[in-house]
């Protein structure tokens, strides 16, 4: 509902969820996560319009996130803003894949609990998650400024400057830089070629949502891989 509905500037409250061909509301019955759209087989009960898989494929995602994040880091607040996180990350990339647009529900709303949860033990600092965002706001912004200079036009979206604000609340400022880093590598590998042949703008917060979730997962020890492989070559 909120990547159907954010990018419209929908309310994800009222009205209650409804049918996209026919407008019928969807009964209580109808909308059980996975459940109802396998029950229906995937068409509408009013009006048998398809119903997208999109929305069973989100929900099951979320909830291996959920349970995911339960079964490495157990009860704690890591599993808490791990969860939060990436439940963002998920909304922010198939937004972005869809509409090119990162609506500031998700992104502002994500800073805001991504300083949150630095109060919460086990988590990255107060300092570092307000470093973090300030670093990762103030990196995208100027570089964003410095493309529109070079090229003429908007280099980066306004939504990615904010997404990077909210990743550097939850990741501190050395998870902001690999997150840009291992974003920018994605989405020039994946993407870059279409980009060329159709002409289609890169929906950089898609990878910047894959590289924040790499980077949460996997950042400690990708950046001791780095620190390691640069002492040796300077050595």
């Known amino acids: 509902m909120c990547i159907s509905r954010m990018p419209a500037g929908e309310s994800v409250v009222r009205p209650r969820s409804r049918c996209p061909a026919c407008g019928a509301t969807v009964r209580w019955f109808d909308n059980i996560p996975v459940v109802s759209w396998v029950l229906l087989r995937a068409r509408c009960r009013d009006c048998a319009a398809r119903i997208s898989w999109r929305y069973p494929a989100v929900e099951l995602a979320t909830l291996g996130i959920w ?40 992104s502002l ?22 470093g973090g965002a300030a670093f990762g706001f103030g990196l995208l912004f100027v570089v964003g400024r410095l493309g529109e200079k070079v090229f003429g036009k ?37 993407f870059g070629p279409i980009s060329l042949r159709t002409g289609k703008p890169v929906p950089f917060g898609t990878f910047l949502a894959l590289g924040a979730a790499v980077s949460f997962l996997f950042g400690d020890a990708l950046i001791d891989a780095y620190l390691r492989l640069a002492t040796s070559a300077s050595g």
């Open 109 to 130: 709303g994500g800073l805001a609990a991504g300083l949150s949860a630095s109060l919460l033990p086990g988590l990255t600092t107060t300092l570092a998650a307000a």
């Open 67 to 106: 349970v995911g994040m339960a079964w490495q880091y157990g009860a704690s607040a890591a599993a808490l803003g791990g969860a939060v996180l990436f439940t963002l990350l998920l909304g922010i990339a198939v937004t972005d894949a869809l509409h090119y647009v990162i609506p500031d529900p998700l």
């Open 154 to 190: 908007p280099a980066l979206g306004g939504g990615d400057v904010k997404l990077i604000a909210m990743v550097g609340a939850f990741l501190g400022p050395a998870g902001v830089l690999l997150t840009i880093f291992l974003g920018a590598l994605a989405g020039s590998v994946v």
